[in-house]
């Protein structure tokens, strides 16, 4: 009898792998990397926006620091009718609600001063690039010299071109004091003027927290009306050992943050005119500022 070989055909219930595992399809290569080069795509699109965000909200804080240190300001001296003191930025702490940082510099009344080394948030911008080298007494933040270098004089009586128009501090990068015993990056406007010569009644060569300044007649600033003003404004950005003292720095890219005396703040164009932002600086110089302003 002859044999007949059947074939039969597996029916669609029966199982083709006798082991009972599937077997599954690996990525390719090529479909690895287009996933990865989605995912990169992706991450290149998400990442700008981000920082962006992350900007736009750094320099709101800063708006209101600067807005909250000119209100200060503006209360202290409309409080004891007079600018006071040598060291503004240390007497308007308690209008900044900031008593504890005033007591840390005055633990016993103002007559009782501390020459420790004090950090001072409410002064420090993390913007400012300078801050890496040394944040203890330091600000981000420089006063207008043409307004604060005539101490117990009533404020409006210098402001005579009007509240709105005149800058009363600017950002600026933290100058960096020369202390006692130590060596560190030395602001030459500073330097020149406060080295081995008492300050303020007290000698030893000890600093006390003072702000930066711009157009101070007393540091060599570039001064509304100098030669020199006719051709600089302010420095977006430097570099640390470009920073030029005697003008203000922004670390920012597309203009300069200032507070008015009046409590305002404004992003200064770096298209102003050298003409109309000093004039915006003098206090009482009588000028009219231009269509930049």
């Known amino acids: 009898m002859s044999m007949v070989r059947h074939i039969r055909k597996r029916g669609a219930g029966e199982n083709t792998n006798p082991g009972g595992c599937e077997n599954r399809p690996a990525l390719s290569l090529l479909e690895f990397l287009v996933a990865v080069a989605i995912v990169a795509i992706l991450l290149a699109l998400l990442l700008p926006a981000v920082q962006k965000v992350r900007s736009a909200a750094s320099l709101l804080r800063e708006k209101n620091k600067v807005k909250q240190i000119t209100l200060a300001i503006h209360m202290y001296a409309d409080n004891h009718d007079w600018i006071g003191s040598d060291k503004p930025f240390i007497g308007i ?40 080298i040394q944040e203890n007494q ?74 930066p300044t711009f157009a101070n007649p007393y540091c060599r600033d570039v001064l509304p009306g100098s030669a020199e003003a006719q051709s600089v404004t302010f420095q977006l950005r430097p570099k640390i050992e470009e920073a030029d003292p005697r003008i203000p720095q922004s670390p ?42």
């Open 93 to 132: 702490l308690p209008y900044l609600e900031q008593g504890v940082y005033y007591k840390m510099v005055y633990p016993n009344g103002p007559n009782d001063t501390t020459y420790e080394t004090i950090k001072m948030p409410p002064y420090l911008n993390q913007d400012d690039p300078s801050l890496f």
């Open 138 to 211: 330091v600000s981000s933040y420089g006063v207008n010299g043409l307004i604060h270098k005539e101490f117990n004089s009533r404020r409006l009586a210098i402001i005579r071109d009007g509240m709105s128009n005149t800058i009363e501090i600017t950002t600026h990068y933290a100058n960096i004091m020369k202390q006692k015993g130590q060596k560190t990056h030395v602001s030459k406007k500073f330097w020149n003027w406060f080295v081995n010569r008492p300050l303020f009644g007290v000698g030893g060569g000890e600093f006390d927290i003072l702000p």
């Open 252 to 293: 920012y890219t597309h203009g300069l943050l200032a507070g008015l005396a009046d409590g305002s703040v404004r992003m200064i164009s770096p298209q102003i005119s050298p003409q109309t932002f000093w004039a915006a600086v003098s206090p009482n110089g009588g000028e009219v500022l231009g269509p930049d302003w």
